[in-house]
């Protein structure tokens, strides 16, 4: 939806090293977990006058295996009129030695449009090179000038795994006349440290010898891992608009004034199209009969265009064309809420699958997505508007438990998204199972989605039948199925619940012993691997909670008895509570299963233990039923 100006693992310097880089030089503490090394990776910003900022960047990159080539491809993210020079680019082998130079015309330069983008200014500039060997090494330096000075990158060692770093050095030299606000934000794991010196209108920040962090299992962001040191301008420029960001309320007049009120325009045609829906009841009841009908009438499509890619499309504009992004979407899902007197807030929010957050005490132009607030007496109504499947009132796990920046005319204001509880985030399961001599088992039942559980089961919405039964195989892939059929699938976009029933055969699901069966007592459950680690060195996060209520029901074959049943199972644990228990009726045996797992980012002391809880939960999962031929 929006550009910030991102600088990542290839990075800006000042000055140029007339040196080579041989791999045999890498310590070996940072080649560990390693797929490449950034060598240098030095920024040097020089911000002249307020809408004049000037980056020198020159990083220095060893890939030591093919894992690393798309992490140091030699790119220059841009906008139009933004001026690039001093590109060079060299290739080095593994003793250091030269072999291959580049220049800027070397380069091709594409629209930097992923899947689903229509409009955008945005492009980049990159080098295809393919390597003959590993490791190699690529030099890589640039220049870009343009007039925006409220993008102001981050400084982070890295942001992926599986990279190292050793040495990275980021000055800025501030002869603008404004005040450079500035706050650094250790690793709250002790990961790496930031030094800083200020020289005379220089301010130096650096990383040295930073080890890679490995891909590991259940491993938090590497940003909320990683130190960082951010920028702003208490004065800056965006595309001629000039504003302030001393707090966040003279940021949000300037948002409010500049980038929404000259696009907050009604029409003929929209007051008509309110009018239409003859809007009766609740406010509540109003807002869903609007945000429903918005909906039905329009689709996403990112347009990075005005101001900067963060001014919405004209309201009028999505109405005729049916399109937009977030921006354009939320915008006039606003206007028509607007001609409704149904007041609510344009909200900017980070979207993503871990949890970031504004900083209250540090104003900062930021975010990637846009929602939209509406307060009532009944609390706040939340409408995520590029869904045309998604509930209402509705936000999903990538957008809930953290803050938003609300835009008013009188500044930001910073509010919460929901937090969903455990029972919140629930998958019901109800199942019918009819135990066959053959091994096999024939099956029906079904499932209901709430909360961040919900969020998954969305994607049934766009499948055809085919692809429902594929997928619905692929996720149930713990049986061995003959034939699996979804019937009855309901999105429920009043409730926020997804709904679908199952009829299902499947094979080797129960084992012969002499004149006995054997099988496990629960069919359809989570099988992921859990494995101990006495040497984890970083914490690891249970990124979403959820609470499942699992209900199944046996038949067991004529002429059989229920012999051997577990006994009934309780663990409770920081991490969450299971139950599984057993109810005997005749020939039909009843389980009943229920999980509740906490989310959360827990020290690296405790891994081991929650991989316990886990592994005790699976085991129970697979304790054996025996039933026996009379």
Sequence with gaps: MMKIF????????????????????????????????????????????????????????????????????????????????????????????????????????????????????????????????????????????????VFIPDFVPFTNTNVSLEEAQFKIVNKSGIELKTKTYPSKYNYATVTESDNAGEKIYSYKNVPAI??????????????????????????????????????????????????????????????????????????????????AKTRYIFVALGIGGWQPMMPDEVQKKGYGDCKGLTNYMKTLLDEAGIPSQYCVINSNSSEVSFDPEFPKMGGNHVILMVPTEKGNIWLENTSQQIAF???????????????????????????????????????????????????????????????YSLAFAYMSPKEKNDALKERLSVLNFEKVEMKNYVNDRDKAVGKFDIDFKASNYSKNMGSSLIFRAVPIYSDSFYKADESRQLPFEIGQSFNDEYEISYAIPKNYKIDEVPDNVMINSEFGTYKLSFVKNGEELKVIRSIKVNKGIFPKEKYNDYISFRKKTLNSDNSKILITKI
Excluded: C
């Design 6 to 149: 991102s600088i990542g693992a290839l990075s800006l310097a000042s000055i140029y090293y007339a040196q080579t880089y041989p791999a045999s030089a890498i310590p070996e503490n940072l080649k560990k977990n390693a797929n490449i090394v950034v060598r240098k990776d030095f920024t040097t910003i020089n911000i002249n006058k307020i809408d004049e900022v000037k980056y020198q960047i020159n990083t220095v990159t060893t890939v030591l295996n093919k894992d690393g080539n798309s992490q140091a491809t030699a790119y220059i993210p841009y906008e139009k009129g933004d001026n690039i020079s001093d590109v060079k680019v060299t290739i080095y082998d593994e003793q250091g030695k030269k072999i291959k130079s580049f220049s800027k015309s070397d380069f091709s330069d594409f629209a930097n449009n992923t899947q689903g983008v229509f409009y955008s200014d945005n492009r980049v500039m990159a080098l295809q090179y393919t390597p003959t060997q590993y490791p190699y090494t690529i030099d890589f330096s640039y220049q870009i000038a343009n007039d925006n000075t």
């Design 393 to 455: 009132n509705h936000l999903s796990y990538r957008t809930t438990d953290r803050n938003t920046l609300s835009v008013t005319k009188n500044g930001i204001d910073i509010i919460n998204t929901p937090s969903y509880k455990p029972e919140q985030n629930q998958e019901v399961q109800k199942l019918n199972i009819k135990l066959n001599e053959d091994n096999s088992i024939n099956g029906e039942g079904n499932f209901a989605f709430t909360g961040n559980q919900y969020d």
């Design 214 to 295: 490995d891909d590991a299992l259940m491993l938090p962001k590497p940003i909320t891992i990683l130190p960082k040191v951010s920028f702003a301008l208490t004065k800056f420029n965006l595309e001629g608009k000039q504003g302030s960001i001393n707090t966040w309320k003279d940021f949000g007049s300037w948002y409010y004034n500049s980038i929404l009120q000259p696009v907050s325009v009604s029409t003929p045609a929209i007051k008509a199209e309110i009018a239409s829906l003859n809007l009766q009841g609740s406010t509540e009841e109003k807002v869903k009969k609007i945000y429903q009908h918005m909906q």
